[in-house]
């Protein structure tokens, strides 16, 4: 059986791991900042050694091309994830599909028929810039270039001007390649695979995602003199707004689920009352019907909130994408290639969101999934056994196999 090169596919995830890392051991590798421009030298880096053409299009989107006189013309499997990172990420969300790809194509023993190419797409986490996935979507053609160049960040930064400073703003149109078929193996993220013991997940789906910016807007007042009944308070609106969204995905039997993971208060003193509160929320489903009466619910809510506590209340949508199903042809030659191995496996819905829910709307698509360690991820804890990182890259090996001859 052909196989990848399992001692650097892990040396490389452990040193690129190592990039971005403050001196207090938290990763931070938010996209084109300086760790990630220290990340994407790495990786550049190692395309260059495999002897792979290196591209890189306006939107900092870093392909490795490997392509022979025979294979010419051809439309290329595209293997692909990303290299940025949340705060305080751990070392495998994204750069162990992609350092995995680089390892496809070097395996020996595979004897390609078409160009096979390896993609880190830029921004894919989105905390910086939104929407999340933004790479990939660029790539699909599902927002331009400029739109995405002159998104501001969370610190006021223009992502284009970041993308030219770290040396990242390519020349190549964005899309300027067309897989065959596209192709990401990517850590779990959650508890399904280690609670039901299976090494590999071949991933049929994935779930809806809206983010919404929401900012409240009350009067500043003092916080000893202003009885209860006179406030205009837009932090006591935030918490109630927060309460609704969370207890009614907590309650939901669906699989519905709600975060609030940032929030901001104007002036955010002690003893005045919030002029302003301004929070995110990610709300995700499977079922796009289920998602749209969600997120219904919590526009209802709102208004009805802003009369009763009298502040002014405006949403603003950051990102909304529809669930994805993934090519059935594609999830059935993983299953095979998995029980070929002897590697248990079962078909699931990613929870979490992906380049190739973007890929999937210019080519057939499908997802690789091994387990993380007690179903944590955007977190330092993040962890997958290196027995279970390299079967899950000899899977990709030989699904990638299969669709390029
Ligand atoms: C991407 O990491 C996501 O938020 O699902
Ligand atoms: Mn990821
Ligand atoms: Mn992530």
Redesign the pocket.
Known sequence: MIAIDAKRLLGRIRELGAVGRNSEGRLIRLAASDTDRQGRDLFVGWLRQAGLDVAIDRVGNIFGIWQSPETMGQAPLLIGSHIDT?IDAGIY?GCYGVLAGLEVIKASGLSPSRPIAVAAFTN???VRYTP??MGSLVHAGGIDAETVLAAVGTDGSVLGRELARIGYAGDLEPGFLTPHAYLELHIE?GPVLEREGLPIGAVENLQG?SWQRVTIDGVANHAGTTPMSMRSDAGHAAARAITFLLDRAKASNAPTVATVGTIRFEPNAINVIPSRAVFTI?LRDPDEQRLQAEEAALAAYLEQLAATENVIISVEQLARFEPVIFDLRIVERIEAAAKSRGLGVRRMTS????DAQMMARIAPAAMIFVPSAGGIS?NTREHTEDAELVAGANILLDVAAQLAT
């Open positions: 949340v969300d894919e986490e989105g999340d996935m993220q995602i990610d929870g979490a969101g992906h955007h």
